[in-house]
């Protein structure tokens, strides 16, 4: 155990002195300087991410969790987009984001969770920019509905309990997050940046040990409209139909999902100010043994955040935010089942892009879970 902990401090420690004096910015590799008879002279490449080791200390039992009281990955992940420009003001676009569990990946026990992967898939994607035309990509990426509702109010830790986004089946499968296998076209007319999504079938997603999801097709429409410099409001929509069925059992059933939800951001001077919500029919999973009774009719949930940062300059650290934050879900029909999270949280923004949070968040739910304390570190590059 010794030996691995070593380990994982080399790991950390070479990897936060290796860009110690690196700004908190994407990194640019090749920069984009067009000249005739040059081909790499039209491609922009640059390299990015952030390292996020956390603690979670949740009241009571944590049962299968118990491992984040221990310190965990938070989130670590590191980003490589590049552009090409092809001609006119058209530019071939690709991005890749992976995410790597440091502890899983250095199997240190008890700081992960039973079966995790070392590295997952983020996102992939590649297609067409045009100023003119919008921008057409297809792959795994952000979802329309996340762009535009879901965005707005995952700006905290512990968030992502009240938004579709963040519930469902799986949020890289049922259109409502990263999804995969998406055609995503979005054009900024005016005000307005237009979305709008396809999204083709895909492979089975198994669910624990139970019965498999197929999604069979889907698509989504958003729109953000900027009403203000510093106030957006974006509302969406998203269908998904999918397959649920039985490990060799003919008896599936085929689910037409829907959500929909509308979110306000608002950032005058120093004030960060969010709010969002949606409705949900036939995405919160009820039963994961049942293809008949696996997802519940109806559910609901809001999101919201208030902060301001207050700027410092001083002794290393460049700006505080305090902030309160909440979310709401509950089940309309199919389960009586409601959670209700409130909080209070502190950001500590440091030079050379480090940053500190600590949220304590008040829980009241059907099943009784327990106040949540948590400390996330975190270095951006």
């Known amino acids: 155990m010794s030996i691995k902990k070593t380990a994982l401090a080399m790991t950390i420690g070479a990897a936060v002195a290796a860009t110690s004096f690196a700004t908190q910015a994407e990194i640019t590799v090749l920069k984009q300087d067009v000249q005739a008879g040059n081909p790499l002279s039209r491609l922009n490449l640059t ?205 599936g059933k085929t689910w037409d999902q829907t959500i929909i939800g509308s979110a306000l951001s608002w950032t005058p001077d120093n004030w960060t100010l969010s709010f969002g919500g949606g409705w949900y029919q036939n995405f919160m999973v009820l039963n994961k043994a049942s293809a008949q009774n696996f997802f519940a009719g109806d559910a609901w949930g809001i999101e919201y955040f208030a902060g301001y940062t207050i700027p410092v300059g001083q002794f290393a650290l460049k700006s505080v935010q305090p902030y309160v934050m909440g979310d709401r879900i509950e089940f309309a029909n199919g389960r009586n089942y409601q959670r209700i999270d409130n909080g209070v949280g502190i950001s500590f923004k440091l030079d050379y892009g480090f940053r500190v949070d600590y949220e304590h968040v008040f829980t009241s739910s059907t099943d009784n879970l327990g106040d949540m304390n948590l400390v996330r570190l975190r270095y951006d590059f």
């Open 47 to 251: 390299v990015g991410g952030s390292i996020r080791p956390q603690f979670n200390n949740m009241n009571g039992p944590d049962g299968k969790n118990a491992y984040k009281r221990n310190g965990f990955d938070g989130g670590t992940r590191f980003r490589f987009a590049a552009d090409y420009y092809l001609f006119d003001d058209i530019s071939w676009v690709s991005y890749y984001e992976l995410g790597v569990n440091i502890p899983a990946a250095l199997d240190w026990d008890n700081h992960h969770a039973e079966g995790a992967h070392n590295t997952s898939r983020r996102m992939l994607y590649t297609g067409l920019k045009s100023d003119t035309w919008g921008t057409l990509t297809f792959g795994q990426q952000n979802s329309a509905y996340y762009d535009v509702v879901g965005a707005k109010t995952d700006i905290w830790d512990y968030d992502m309990v009240g938004q579709a986004s963040g519930n469902g089946v799986n949020g890289d499968y049922d259109g409502s997050y990263r999804s995969r296998k998406m055609l995503k076209y979005k054009k900024t007319v005016g005000d307005a940046d237009i979305y709008a999504a396809y999204l083709f079938n895909d492979s089975d997603y198994q669910v624990g040990k139970g019965v498999r999801y197929g999604r069979k097709g889907g698509g989504s429409l958003a729109v953000d409209y900027h009403l203000t410099d510093d106030l957006s409001w974006g509302t969406a929509w998203n269908y998904t139909r999918a397959e649920v069925r039985n490990p060799g059992s003919e008896n």
